[in-house]
């Protein structure tokens, strides 16, 4: 097109040429021919695609490895595996190569990922996350295969750049000196502030490193964390001290305790603060508040597992013909009250919010063994003997924790009061009074609680369950009503 186009262009402008309208007039028909022709090349001749160099160099990563992919499928798929190796070496090797080159700069665009400043860096990272997704799916798809993969399968890019990633935040929480991109242009009170925190955090993390204890106030474990970082910023480290709190946990070291009581002063700290101060936007504080439940959550099952472990011997004797004599629940009783003394160290209120979820929990395995039917009470007397059993076990339970949960004491009385009674009336007034009380008791809950009096008949059973469903279908439980019976499976 170039050469003819050039051929009529001189003709046009020689000696020879034709008159001047003429020339005009072919020159525009030229013109329109060479505008026709550019579409008809753009339509049946398809852009160039850009080289894995050219990808690379572009900071187009995800196109990048869309390309490798496709020639590994090609050398890796189309034959077998000895021809492949043996006849496509030198391809392969370049594959490998490349493979090389692509990660060094997804590396470099993970480390930058906190200081980006432009949106062609944005763009970049976007394009190294979708890179990273890829390779994450075709190291699947290796694995699915019954082959030996290529030597750099799998890759685990995203295990990878999480962990980096991970390793980011930390440095930059522990050296908040280091300004990021984004951090420049902040004020000098402000990358002063950072720096004053991450020190805080520091000293705390640093304690915890060298093995020492928390201090004490007024003889329970203090964290000095809420005190300093309320004052300055609680948003941009409240996840980190999240993080530190599970790491004390994961790792178990012998003051490890030591340090979760003292968070549980700290978090409690921290939830007061946000409760009685409107400082942040509603979604911001809720956000907040939710993880302070977390980590209030994860503290009380890191402290109360082994207890529960301890008592487990215990607890399997209740519903038990064993249970019914008196000295097997005082050994559960003596042994909760020692683990009750290695509980303590936390703040007043902080320690009574643990041993309260201790006593709702020891409740809750109480009823789930008493609802296994081991023990069979046959006749009233025996009856009467399991109502005292549990009437007295419930005062003492209530007595060790000294706590002001009068609502668990009567779950077990109402418990006792049915197993008593032997007026089925008297049984079914009693079911609907524990069934308005918590809603959650369900017919199977009931069923297993009527299967300990075997003097029951099916036909009286059935009178009773019916009347707790009636009264269930009616009521409308508020939405902040103690759930106890949910937490109870019943086969």
């Known amino acids: 097109l170039h050469t003819t186009n050039t051929l009529n262009v001189t003709n046009l402008t020689s000696p020879n040429s034709l008159s001047l309208s003429h020339s005009l007039s072919l020159s525009l028909s030229l013109a329109r021919n060479m505008n026709c022709l550019k579409i008809i090349y753009l339509c049946f001749c398809p852009p160039v695609t850009p080289t894995f160099e050219e990808c690379l160099e572009g900071q187009y990563l995800f196109e990048a490895t869309q390309l490798l992919i496709d020639r590994e499928k090609h050398l890796f798929g189309e034959i077998t595996e000895a021809d492949a190796l043996k006849a496509h070496e030198e391809a392969v090797e370049k594959l490998a190569a490349d493979y090389e080159a692509l990660e060094k700069r997804l590396e470099q665009m993970v480390q930058q990922s906190l200081s980006l400043s432009s949106e062609e860096e944005v763009s970049a990272l976007t394009s190294a996350v979708k890179a990273i997704n890829l390779e994450e799916e075709q190291d699947q798809l290796w694995g699915q295969r019954c082959r030996t993969p290529p030597a750099w399968?799998?890759?685990?890019?995203?295990?990878?750049?999480?962990?980096?990633?991970?390793?980011?935040?930390?440095?930059?929480?522990?050296?908040?000196?280091?300004?990021?991109?984004?951090?420049?242009?902040?004020?000098?009170?402000?990358?002063?502030?950072?720096?004053?925190?991450?020190?805080?955090?520091?000293?705390?993390?640093?304690?915890?490193?060298?093995?020492?204890?928390?201090?004490?106030?007024?003889?329970?474990y203090a964290s000095p964390v809420?005190?300093?970082?309320?004052?300055?910023?609680?948003?941009?480290?409240?996840?980190?001290?999240?993080?530190?709190?599970?790491?004390?946990?994961?790792?178990?070291?012998?003051?490890?305790?030591?340090?979760?009581?003292?968070?549980?002063?700290?978090?409690?700290?921290?939830?007061?603060?946000?409760?009685?101060?409107?400082?942040?936007?509603?979604?911001?504080?809720?956000?907040?508040?939710?993880?302070?439940?977390?980590?209030?959550?994860?503290?009380?099952?890191?402290?109360?597992?082994?207890?529960?472990?301890?008592?487990?011997?215990?607890?399997?004797?209740?519903?038990?013909?064993?249970?019914?004599k008196k000295n097997t629940f005082e050994k559960l009783l003596n042994s909760t009250e020692d683990e009750l003394q290695e509980l303590q160290g936390s703040s007043q209120s902080c320690h009574q919010e643990l041993i309260g979820r201790l006593q709702q929990e020891m409740t809750v395995e109480y009823v789930r063994r008493l609802l296994k039917g081991e023990v069979k009470l046959k006749d009233k007397d025996r009856q009467q003997k399991a109502y005292m059993t549990v009437k007295e076990n419930a005062e003492r339970l209530h007595e060790l924790f000294g706590s002001t949960q009068d609502w668990l004491k009567e779950i077990l009385t109402?418990?006792?009061?049915?197993?008593?009674?032997?007026?089925?009336?008297?049984?079914?007034?009693?079911?609907?009074?524990?069934?308005?009380?918590?809603?959650?008791?369900?017919?199977?809950?009931?069923?297993?609680?009527?299967?300990?009096?075997?003097?029951?008949?099916?036909?009286d059973k059935k009178i009773v369950k019916t009347t707790l469903s009636d009264t269930l279908k009616e009521s409308r439980a508020d939405p902040g009503t103690r759930k106890f019976f949910s937490k109870i499976e019943v086969r």
């Open 226 to 324: 809420a005190y300093d970082v309320i004052q300055v910023e609680l948003l941009r480290h409240l996840w980190w001290y999240q993080k530190f709190h599970e790491d004390i946990m994961r790792q178990n070291k012998p003051h490890s305790k030591a340090f979760i009581k003292a968070n549980l002063s700290c978090v409690e700290k921290f939830r007061d603060f946000l409760v009685k101060h409107d400082l942040f936007p509603e979604d911001v504080r809720e956000n907040c508040l939710q993880v302070l439940t977390e980590m209030k959550q994860s503290a009380h099952t890191y402290l109360l597992t082994p207890v529960h472990k301890i008592l487990k011997p215990h607890y399997q004797k209740v519903g038990t013909s064993d249970w019914l």
């Open 414 to 459: 109402n418990i006792a009061e049915v197993l008593k009674l032997q007026d089925i009336p008297a049984i079914q007034m009693e079911i609907v009074s524990l069934g308005s009380a918590y809603p959650d008791l369900s017919e199977k809950h009931v069923s297993a609680l009527l299967k300990l009096k075997t003097n029951l008949s099916k036909a």
């Open 153 to 220: 399968r799998p890759k685990k890019w995203k295990e990878h750049h999480d962990k980096v990633l991970h390793e980011l935040v930390y440095s930059r929480l522990e050296n908040p000196s280091s300004p990021t991109g984004g951090q420049v242009n902040q004020s000098s009170i402000q990358s002063d502030l950072m720096i004053y925190i991450g020190r805080v955090l520091d000293e705390a993390k640093k304690e915890w490193d060298q093995g020492k204890e928390p201090r004490r106030d007024d003889g329970c």
